[in-house]
């Protein structure tokens, strides 16, 4: 009996990790430098819009992570994954046969709202079957996501290799062919788990209720969370051609949602939780903002075919770390382990920026930000999950979905838009004759501003598109030194998270349903009060 139970948590923890692939496939396949590219010439798209398609792949996964939070307890695991896996299917078949930037981006948003769906399953069902080891299963877990990159990173470049000597004998667009690869995870995790018994999550075992999850929540993490979904539904009006809210009047109209779930839950909700929830918008910024346009960048400094190694490259890192992160994980606190993170990253995104434009000492670089962002999301969940088990499902998720939404709405299209102004301003500095003939007035996400058009610039001699190619690649690696801003913030904040828990006697995690609180266990804390 005992033999069964474990070979049915094993393929239970197999499919989750697959269905993280599967996510992971979609991210890397979607963002490839040749993909993007094709859109981009397809479509007439400025750096920001690359942005929101980068974006659009990730916020709307905070929509349906966080709403399925507050019902998956009813509904059931097993619903909520079928739900991805049809969501995941007509994902990749509307984008197969996309005919403009709209449905792109509608197929986009279905895929990414199939993603929030698989981490809605996947981090409970692996927090409560490994419960007495959350922080190690949870980074074992998260390996899946770099696994996925590695995995999709190159079947996509293999697809591009083979279309390259097939040539015009391909029927459709080489694209096309390298989106069918998304259909390979997603078909093997619905396989996995169909038919599969999910455990009640921990919450429910221990008896804790569904309104003292809401107020470990509270109206603070609720302002948070519909902060960012108004900056959502920003994005896709103008993503259509409406007229995009600012961020001030998305911050005024949070107001209201927050103020009900107050009205219903009086209850600010943890702080340290809601604390985390905002250093969360520059985590998810640091890496998966950065993932996102980093075959973009590198391919700009070394060439489209060296890009997408610096993805792949990163994620194997990851990969291997996450692992075997037990070691590691034991030895230091959450907390610890996250400032240590910060601190390499920054260093790491400080030399990708800087350094000259030479393959062997970029890639030293991105092994600094590869060890550096390995840990950021994984422990920023066991850390969730052990300080705030009360909070069940809904806590655990809403972190990950802050994590999405923000580097969607608001860290993706940022950095888009940052290396738009900075290509402008470099134009203006070095091609002042020509500058006024090639910019256009792009109405952003945040705010007007002036942009390089596209189409004036293909017109240009051959001479002048190079000159503007090298400058183009010297403002896109630049973006990098601004991004290590981000992480340099972190630090400081997890050093103020290390003084706050030797002040309350030192880490420990809270458990329920009664096992035992061991100390090598729970990632080497030492025993401690809780948080207040």
Known sequence: MHVAANNHSRRLFLGCFAGLVAT???????NSPEVMDSWASSFNLTEEQKGMIIGVGTYPFAISIILLSLVIDRIGYGRAMAFAFAGHLISAILTIFAPNFQVLYLATFIYALANGAVEAVINPV???????????????????????????GLMSLAVSAAGGQLGASLPGHLWQWQITVLLL??????????????PQQERVEAGVSYQEMLREFGWGSAYIVSFLVIMGISQMLKAFGAEPLSPAMALLIAILPAALFGFVVPAFGRPMFVFLMLVMFLLATTELGTDGWIQDIMGAV??????????????????????????????ISPVGLLAVSAAIATCGLLCLGKSPAVPGILFAAATLYGFGKTFFWPTTLGLVSEQYPRGGALLLNAISGVGMIAVGTIGGPAIGTVQD???????????????????????????????????????????????????QAKTKQQALVKIAILPAIMCVCYLGLIGYF????????????????????????VAGAMEG
């Not at 692996?126 to 996501?145: C, D, P, Q, S």
């Not at 995870?185 to 999910?198: D, E, K, S, T, V």
């Not at 030797?502 to 804390?525: C, M, N, P, Q, W």
């Open 421 to 471: 102004q900075d290509f402008t301003q470099a134009v203006a500095m070095h091609l002042p004759a020509i500058h006024s003939q090639l910019e256009k007035e792009e109405n952003g996400l945040f705010f007007k501003y002036t942009a390089m058009d596209k189409s004036k610039i293909a017109e240009q001699p051959a001479e002048v598109q190079k000159q503007l190619e090298a400058i």
């Open 24 to 30: 992971a496939f979609g991210f890397a396949v979607r």
């Open 302 to 331: 070394l060439g489209k075919s060296i890009g997408p190694w610096f993805l792949i490259y990163t994620s194997a890192i990851m990969f291997c770390l996450r692992t075997f992160s037990g070691p590691i994980v034991h030895r």
């Open 126 to 152: 692996v927090a409560t079957i490994y419960r007495e080891n959350k922080t190690h299963w949870l980074n074992v877990l998260h390996a899946g996501w770099p696994g996925g990159l590695v995995l999709g």
């Open 502 to 525: 030797k002040s309350r006697g030192g880490y420990k995690a809270e458990i329920l349903v009664g096992h035992a609180a061991e100390d090598e266990k729970f990632t080497g804390g």
């Open 185 to 198: 995870p997603i078909i093997a995790y619905g396989a996995l788990l169909a038919g599969q018994r999910f």
